[in-house]
């Protein structure tokens, strides 16, 4: 798979502190996929969020016996 679109927004500075991030699968058909991964700092405030699409091809076997 390839990105075809990335798009990610700062909401919050967030320096020393831990982050968490959860994704979310948004659609998936044959080709495509849209996912959505929102950024967490450790007091539960977003701090940032990412959505990007991506283009699947199909895995082509290249071992030669």
């Known amino acids: ?6 798009y990610i927004s700062f ?3 967030c320096t020393g502190c831990t982050v968490t ?3 979310t699968e948004i659609s998936r058909s044959h080709k495509l ?9 450790n007091l539960g405030e977003q701090i940032a969020e990412f ?13 030669h016996q």
């Not at 996929?33 to 700092?41: A, E, L, Q, S, T």
Request: glycine content about 6%; some cysteine; hydrophobic content about 40%.
């Open 1 to 6: 798979a390839f990105s075809t679109n990335a």
């Open 11 to 13: 909401l919050k500075k």
């Open 21 to 23: 991030a959860i994704a």
């Open 33 to 41: 996929g849209v996912y959505r991964v929102v950024i967490n700092n």
């Open 51 to 63: 959505t990007g699409t991506c283009y699947y091809i199909e895995a082509h076997n290249n071992d």
